[in-house]
Nanobody, 123 residues
Framework: QVHVAESGGGSVQAGGSLRISCAAS????????MGWFRQASGKDREFVAA???????YVTDSVKGRFTISRDNAKNTVYLQMNSLKPEDTAVYYC?????????????????WGQGTQVTVSS
């Protein structure tokens, strides 16, 4: 059974950068998709980015050109590099382990979730 844990969140001013990490245990991430979601206060959880087993990636339109998802299979870790951050990026960011080689934007495509890491962007 796979477990994932996020780290690296924090507070940053608008225009700044953060990199958050997701360490997996219990199962190798190679051969599986991984994803990032976020949930702002009072809003539903939303998809942010996904990386498939072959390193193909997909990010939601609101972060395109600013956020990059990557993976290091040797470290069993996935990253989300966030640049040009905006106050509307403020949220709890969740890592999710996909249940197949390819996963998309829907939560049911992921079978393990972390506790989340808070990202706060001030204007």
């Amino acid at each position: 059974q796979v477990h994932v844990a996020e780290s690296g969140g924090g507070s940053v001013q608008a225009g700044g950068s953060l990199r958050i990490s997701c360490a997996a245990s219990g199962r190798t991430i190679s051969g599986y998709a991984m994803g990032w979601f976020r949930q702002a206060s009072g809003k539903d959880r939303e998809f942010v980015a996904a990386i498939n087993w072959n390193n193909s990636t997909y990010v939601t339109d609101s972060v395109k050109g600013r956020f990059t998802i990557s993976r290091d299979n040797a470290k069993n870790t996935v990253y989300l590099q966030m640049n040009s951050l905006k106050p509307e990026d403020t949220a709890v960011y969740y890592c999710a382990a996909g249940n197949s080689r390819y996963s998309g934007t829907m939560p049911f495509e992921y079978d393990a979730w972390g506790q989340g890491t808070q990202v706060t962007v001030s204007s």
